[in-house]
């Protein structure tokens, strides 16, 4: 049996995206390659051969604990194990994986997409040895890079990439009536989406007729259900639209977008977009204390942050602050062109370069990873 050229697995459903785009450039431009993994609804479109599903793996670690819930999947990669390991965003989950592939001699690699509260019940020092070395998709290394010491090449950021490929006309869209649109990027899954439901239908319900407001969705399992609960928290639900993913195309076309505090963060200010992140007041912050993903790869809190617990009157006040060409607006936009230089392209394509050399099908680039300090 032919050993696989690489192992794949995602922390949630939005780092299974980046793991589709990058296991699509491997194979592009490494047509021999051959990949398994845990695969979710993205990465299981590609011609990686799927050893479980993302979904099952992580509700069998839910049930029987992390141990016995990848028992399963360990004894498959026993059977053959592959020449490396790419986990895409860390967790307690792939902590034990790395510990696995470290014990089994397999070079462990990083694509580092984890916000902060992923890593409770992660130990610092277990995870550096464990991990060989990270891509990061910031300049500096995230905040688990820089606290675990963890050895990163800078490989630039997938969101660009997938921003520039945006072109859409507001005729895309039949039920947008002209008005300026402000759109709404909840973000998250299951549980978490459901707790911010709540705060995002209250905003909704909050702005005046002069605004049109959407609600985009992720594609989910559950979208007919998530959109009948949303509209419980609106006095009129024919005032909001919903659609089900093409969250760019409503990006672009937005006037404010008001955010989860993800990748939705990255691609609205690559978009130079005006928007508002809001975050899970119990959420993590990194060490300089941002909650959202944009200020956590910047290193600094350059976008104003609100939460949950924001008094709602402070929330709705910011929108129509950025809705008028105001100086509010103006100097958002300004902050965002003067960070533009920080989010370069072609990350998937850096990545898929240096996960190969791993496995000697190309050659070394000469510059080594950076070690955090």
């Not at 300049?139 to 490929?165: E, L, M, Q, W």
């Not at 949950?308 to 300004?334: Q, Y």
């Amino acid at each position: 049996m032919r050993r696989p050229t690489f192992f794949i697995s995602s922390r949630s459903h939005s780092a299974d995206l980046l793991a589709s785009e990058l296991v699509l450039t491997i194979c592009d431009q490494f047509p021999k390659t051959e990949g398994v993994g845990v695969l979710g609804k993205w990465s299981a479109r590609t011609r990686v051969t799927s050893l479980l599903e993302l979904d099952a793996v992580q509700a069998a670690c839910i049930t029987l604990g992390i141990e016995e819930g990848l028992r399963p999947l360990r004894e498959q990669l026993l059977a053959n194990l592959p020449q490396v390991a790419i986990l895409v965003g860390y967790s307690a989950l792939h902590h034990e994986l790395a510990g696995f592939f470290k014990q089994n001699n397999v070079p462990v690699i990083l694509y580092e997409i984890t916000p902060q509260q992923a890593l409770k019940g992660v130990n610092l020092d277990e995870a550096r040895d464990r991990i060989k070395v990270a891509l990061s998709i910031q300049k500096s290394g995230s905040a688990f890079i820089r606290a675990a010491n963890i050895p990163f090449h800078y490989i630039g950021t997938p969101y660009r990439d997938r921003v520039a490929k945006v072109d859409v006309k507001a005729s895309a869209f039949p039920f947008l009536n002209g008005k300026p649109l402000v759109t709404l990027f909840p973000g998250g899954y299951g549980e978490a989406l459901q707790q911010m439901l709540p705060l995002f239908g209250a905003i909704a319900a909050g702005l005046g007729e002069e605004i049109q407001v959407v609600v985009s969705l992720r594609e989910e399992l559950d979208y007919e259900q998530t959109v009948t609960h949303f509209k419980t928290f609106l006095p009129d639900p024919d005032k909001v639209s919903f659609v089900l993913g093409m969250h760019l195309e409503l990006l672009s076309l937005s006037r404010v977008a008001i955010t989860g505090s993800g990748a939705i963060t990255m691609e609205a200010a690559i978009a130079l977009k005006p928007f508002m992140p809001i975050y899970d007041k119990d959420d993590k912050a990194d060490e300089v204390g941002s909650f959202t993903l944009v200020n956590q790869s910047l290193g600094k809190r350059l976008v104003p942050e609100y939460s949950n617990k924001t008094p709602m009157t402070d929330i709705l006040s910011r929108v129509k602050s950025l809705l008028i060409d105001g100086a509010e607006r103006k100097a958002l936009i300004t902050d965002l062109q003067n960070i533009a230089s920080e989010f370069q392209g072609s990350a998937a394509d850096n990545a898929a370069d240096y996960i190969v050399q791993e496995t000697g099908l190309s050659k070394k680039r000469e510059r080594p990873p950076v070690t955090p300090g």
